[in-house]
């Protein structure tokens, strides 16, 4: 039996969730019609973009990729308290680790020497973007919001440079890299199951969705099974209690941005090394920002994350063949649709929480 005005932690976790989707569906469906297309067959068309064939499978399991990577890094910043709205730029950073290995070592070094070096690129590249807004908010009091904000546009202008001026292949007017070579590259999918003989069809998914599931795993055990991780969710529920238990709330904060922005970095392998095989501009494509809608609809945990990951995998997919097929239905309404959902999975959903938790309140009273 659960407290009046409680919610039971499936409901918590499951179907408030739901709701919140289905609300957002429900109001996708009437700008459709507003649009003079048939809402069922719109979202019909939507699934079946996504889940429909094996490519289309693939596509969205490599937009989840991404968003796997920053919604872990928004998560863990969440539980110590933090609102790392900079996961763009830490993943803009952490590509630029990724290229700078990929493209001194690829003549030099084999694929199984090179991959380590560029997840620790990633991961550092990511992590010193987030140390400085991490120091200034530990040691100066300034706002993470803020500087984790600013440092999103000075990454962007940082990036523009380089690729300009510094790391643009001689001979041509694109601001982007050389291809790299073959040892930099990320095994696609397709690649990796053919041994086992399964063959499915080609895709951009690679093993960078492995490597991100893997770190929901770490995350998860950091957070759940380590000291560390519970001082990290202490500090993050109740600075006071922690700064009596001992608990550093200035490490924490330090530490918890610092994973926060190598697990973003981790976006730069599935772009840079699986995906594009060179360093480009705006390659992670607003994923930094997704991730906050992620983090919150997964409730920061990461099964949940992961789910959440697939359904806006699901979006950006199926959106992209709702756009094509439907001609009415452009790009701009598709971004509509997902920032219904986003809207509604995040900043509207204690409209939702209220009439839910009064139905248990009921039904407990009944009980």
């Not at 429900?26 to 996504?50: F, H, M, Y």
């Not at 997919?317 to 809207?343: H, Y």
């Not at 995040?346 to 248990?360: D, K, M, Q, S, T």
């Amino acid at each position: 039996m659960s407290a009046p005005g409680r919610l039971p932690r499936w409901a918590d976790v499951g179907l408030l969730p739901a709701v919140s989707l289905a609300a957002a569906f429900a109001a996708s469906a009437g700008v459709i019609a507003i649009a003079g297309e048939n809402p069922l067959s719109a979202l019909r068309l939507l699934a079946t973009g996504a889940f429909g064939s094996q490519e289309a499978v693939g596509y969205t399991l490599y937009y989840a990729t991404n968003f796997i990577f920053t919604g872990l890094a928004v998560a863990v910043a969440l539980h110590a308290g933090l609102f790392n709205i900079g996961c763009e730029g830490q993943a803009y950073l952490g590509g630029l680790g990724v290229g700078l290995v990929g493209l001194a070592l690829d003549h030099h070094w084999p694929f199984w020497a090179i991959l380590p070096a560029a997840i620790g690129a990633a991961a550092f590249f990511g992590a010193a973007w987030a140390f400085i807004p991490a120091w200034l908010q530990a040691r100066r009091g300034s706002h993470i919001v803020i500087t984790t904000i600013m440092f999103n546009f000075i990454a962007s202008a940082l990036m523009t440079y380089l690729l300009v001026n510094v790391l643009i292949k001689p001979g041509q007017q694109s601001p982007e890299t050389r291809e790299l070579g073959r040892s930099a590259v990320l095994p696609g999918m397709r690649a990796l199951l053919a041994p086992l003989g399964i063959s499915i069809s080609p895709s951009p998914l690679n093993l960078a969705f492995l490597i991100a599931l893997a770190a929901a795993a770490l995350v998860w055990l950091y957070l759940w099974r380590t000291r560390w991780g519970y001082a990290l969710r202490v500090a993050g529920k109740n600075p006071s209690a922690a700064a009596y238990a001992g608990i550093s709330t200035s490490r924490i904060t330090i530490v918890a941005m610092l994973i926060s922005g190598a697990l973003a970095g981790g976006l730069g392998l599935n772009e840079v090394m699986g995906s594009q095989h060179r360093l480009l501009l705006d390659f992670p494509g607003g994923a930094g920002f997704v991730g906050v809608a992620v983090a919150l609809m997964g409730r920061n945990h990461p099964v949940g994350i992961i789910l959440a990951s697939v359904l806006f995998g699901a979006l950006y997919q199926g959106g992209a063949e709702l756009s094509f097929d439907m001609p009415r239905l452009n790009r701009d309404l598709v971004v509509v649709i997902q920032g219904l959902v986003i809207l509604s999975c995040g900043a509207l959903e204690n409209l939702f929480r209220a009439p839910v938790e009064a139905i248990f309140s009921r039904k407990t009273e009944t009980d």
